[in-house]
């Protein structure tokens, strides 16, 4: 059986994909009108915003230049002046 650890809440929910709804409600301690203000904002204090961190964009040239780092086109190059 595939359990899932949900980071946000303490316990294991087994496969919530194939529970019903009212089920998986119940486990999260929700309801399908969503969360109260009250509960939401405790929530946001426990856990934290539902936020993903902004990654660093790379230059062109960087991206570029990290293409070489693979071994099969360092190969593929130094076969090209044979061929």
């Known amino acids: 059986m595939n359990y899932w650890i949900l980071t946000y ?12 709804a ?3 409600l119940d486990q999260l301690k929700s309801s399908a009108q969503g ?3 009250q509960e ?3 929530r946001l204090t426990q856990y934290g915003a539902n936020s993903l961190k902004q990654k660093r964009q790379s230059s ?6 990290n293409q070489f780092k693979s071994p099969i ?3 593929l190059m130094a076969s090209q002046p044979i061929a």
Do not use: D, H
């Not at 062109?60 to 230049?65: F, Q």
């Open 9 to 20: 809440m303490p316990q294991v929910i087994p496969s919530f994909w194939s529970l019903p």
């Open 22 to 24: 009212e089920q998986v």
């Open 35 to 37: 969360l109260s203000r």
């Open 40 to 42: 939401a904002k405790q």
């Open 60 to 65: 062109t040239l960087l991206l570029l230049l």
């Open 73 to 75: 086109i360092l190969i």
